[in-house]
């Protein structure tokens, strides 16, 4: 594992634009839904390598036998077969990308043939079995509860009731094989869902496809067997990788423009915009523009009360934020990312711990109590996210270098660029 000092920035930030990646979760429905669609879709993800979790999404559908063409520069191409998938090979492979995995079994649930998905040691670790249940409801042969499994008869669709609790990518992975289903499908959320806001984000690229999804409650959805159309859009940046740039003007005071994100809350936008305005309750500033946002502080950095359950992926930012903040901030609604990348909760506690903060991990969450920092090495434990919060952490504090950096190339593979240029 690489280890990578971080060079500390020892002024406020004097107004540098930067830039993130094409959103992850907005990307990888759409390549889902391209591979269902009838004719060819086209997904610009502007200028920025995309990382290795869509990477593992266009070589998933391509192993399922769809035409996949990346010319290189940000641009994918997917041509669809609206009937049914055509698997290349064996074995699926979906490296580390939990998104892939679980949207993947359910496209593969559409095959005539068999297909195995599988991935890394620890994408076999996370949770898939309430997704594989809700698939055999649906009519579909599956061995295994975890990964690897295998995938041997096409899902007849109709009524399925699947839990919230772990991830909302289970329903999130249903519904965008639901308008391929010969009985469509009528899909009941049992008890409460985690994420809950992707779930809009599912029906919205589905409504943008052509594809009518009903509502009769909050936690029904209905979709009928109907054809996906092929569209063409410039994928928008990335709301969660803005996060970082966003908490290092926090810690750092002074002001850093995202020019390529809008981060209003909105039914077309992702959980993490949320964190926005965490940041204005803790004393920051935050203006939107068209497609851009301007994070800024020159006041106290206050603690907070701060439920993540629906955008749990802020909640690394979040500590290392209140770490810097004047008082504690208690955060809640995380105990399902135990089940992440890595065990988070134990993660930021470890890496808080490492450099002089005190974190006081509970089952759903973490009181983080602002200490005098000092530098340390804090392990990334293969989670792009703990990489880059503590990354930003290190720009205030000097002598941090985090170990197993090289993790950030998961999502964001020009995180360390786009740290340097807020040195400029």
Do not use: W
């Given at each position: 594992?690489?280890?990578?000092?971080?060079?500390?920035?020892?002024?406020?930030?004097?107004?540098?634009?930067?830039?993130?990646?094409?959103?992850?979760?907005?990307?990888?429905?759409?390549?889902?839904?391209?591979?269902?669609?009838?004719?060819?879709?086209?997904?610009?993800?502007?200028?920025?390598?995309?990382?290795?979790?869509?990477?593992?999404?266009?070589?998933?559908?391509?192993?399922?036998?769809?035409?996949?063409?990346?010319?290189?520069?940000?641009?994918?191409?997917?041509?669809?077969?609206?009937?049914?998938?055509?698997?290349?090979?064996?074995?699926?492979?979906?490296?580390?990308?939990?998104?892939?995995?679980?949207?993947?079994?359910?496209?593969?649930?559409?095959?005539?043939?068999?297909?195995?998905?599988?991935?890394?040691?620890?994408?076999?670790?996370?949770?898939?079995?309430?997704?594989?249940?809700?698939?055999?409801?649906?009519?579909?042969?599956?061995?295994?509860?975890?990964?690897?499994?295998?995938?041997?008869?096409?899902?007849?669709?109709?009524?399925?009731?699947?839990?919230?609790?772990?991830?909302?990518?289970?329903?999130?992975?249903?519904?965008?094989?639901?308008?391929?289903?010969?009985?469509?499908?009528?899909?009941?959320?049992?008890?409460?869902?985690?994420?809950?806001?992707?779930?809009?984000?599912?029906?919205?690229?589905?409504?943008?496809?052509?594809?009518?999804?009903?509502?009769?409650?909050?936690?029904?959805?209905?979709?009928?067997?109907?054809?996906?159309?092929?569209?063409?859009?410039?994928?928008?940046?990335?709301?969660?990788?803005?996060?970082?740039?966003?908490?290092?003007?926090?810690?750092?005071?002074?002001?850093?423009?995202?020019?390529?994100?809008?981060?209003?809350?909105?039914?077309?936008?992702?959980?993490?915009?949320?964190?926005?305005?965490?940041?204005?309750?803790?004393?920051?500033?935050?203006?939107?523009?068209?497609?851009?946002?301007?994070?800024?502080?020159?006041?106290?950095?206050?603690?907070?009360?701060?439920?993540?359950?629906?955008?749990?992926?802020?909640?690394?930012?979040?500590?290392?934020?209140?770490?810097?903040?004047?008082?504690?901030?208690?955060?809640?609604?995380?105990?399902?990312?135990?089940?992440?990348?890595?065990?988070?909760?134990?993660?930021?506690?470890?890496?808080?711990?490492?450099?002089?903060?005190?974190?006081?991990?509970?089952?759903?969450?973490?009181?983080?109590?602002?200490?005098?920092l000092h530098g340390g090495v804090v392990a990334a434990v293969n989670d792009h996210r703990i990489a880059m919060a503590f990354a930003v952490l290190g720009l205030l504090v000097p002598g941090v270098a985090i170990e197993g950096a090289e993790a950030v190339g998961k999502t964001f593979p020009e995180?360390?660029?786009?740290?340097?240029?807020?040195?400029?």
């Amino acid at each position: 594992m690489t280890l990578r000092p971080i060079i500390p920035l020892r002024r406020p930030l004097g107004g540098t634009r930067v830039t993130v990646p094409a959103s992850r979760s907005i990307a990888n429905r759409e390549l889902v839904l391209s591979a269902l669609a009838a004719g060819t879709s086209r997904l610009d993800l502007g200028g920025h390598e995309p990382g290795e979790d869509v990477r593992a999404m266009c070589g998933a559908i391509a192993a399922l036998g769809h035409a996949v063409r990346d010319d290189g520069r940000g641009r994918i191409a997917v041509t669809g077969s609206p009937s049914r998938p055509r698997p290349t090979g064996a074995t699926v492979d979906c490296a580390m990308s939990g998104t892939t995995s679980r949207f993947v079994t359910a496209l593969a649930s559409l095959a005539p043939e068999p297909v195995t998905i599988d991935g890394a040691p620890r994408l076999r670790e996370r949770p898939i079995a309430a997704l594989v249940a809700a698939l055999r409801a649906l009519g579909t042969e599956i061995d295994g509860e975890r990964l690897p499994l295998t995938v041997r008869r096409p899902a007849a669709g109709g009524a399925v009731r699947v839990p919230g609790h772990e991830s909302s990518q289970f329903a999130s992975a249903l519904l965008l094989a639901g308008p391929a289903m010969p009985a469509g499908l009528d899909l009941t959320l049992a008890g409460s869902t985690v994420n809950a806001p992707f779930l809009e984000l599912t029906a919205d690229a589905l409504r943008r496809r052509g594809v009518r999804v009903d509502r009769p409650s909050r936690d029904r959805f209905v979709v009928l067997r109907q054809r996906v159309r092929a569209r063409s859009l410039r994928v928008p940046g990335d709301a969660i990788s803005a996060t970082y740039p966003a908490a290092a003007a926090a810690i750092l005071g002074g002001e850093v423009t995202i020019e390529n994100v809008d981060v209003r809350v909105g039914p077309q936008a992702e959980a993490d915009t949320r964190f926005f305005a965490l940041l204005t309750r803790m004393g920051c500033d935050v203006g939107h523009g068209r497609d851009s946002v301007t994070v800024s502080r020159t006041g106290a950095l206050r603690g907070v009360r701060a439920d993540l359950r629906d955008y749990s992926d802020s909640f690394p930012a979040l500590a290392v934020v209140a770490a810097a903040a004047d008082g504690p901030t208690e955060i809640s609604g995380v105990g399902y990312t135990r089940g992440h990348e890595s065990d988070r909760i134990a993660a930021v506690a470890a890496g808080l711990r490492a450099l002089g903060a005190e974190a006081e991990p509970g089952a759903d969450g973490m009181t983080v109590i602002p200490r005098p920092l000092h530098g340390g090495v804090v392990a990334a434990v293969n989670d792009h996210r703990i990489a880059m919060a503590f990354a930003v952490l290190g720009l205030l504090v000097p002598g941090v270098a985090i170990e197993g950096a090289e993790a950030v190339g998961k999502t964001f593979p020009e995180f360390f660029d786009m740290l340097d240029r807020l040195r400029r």
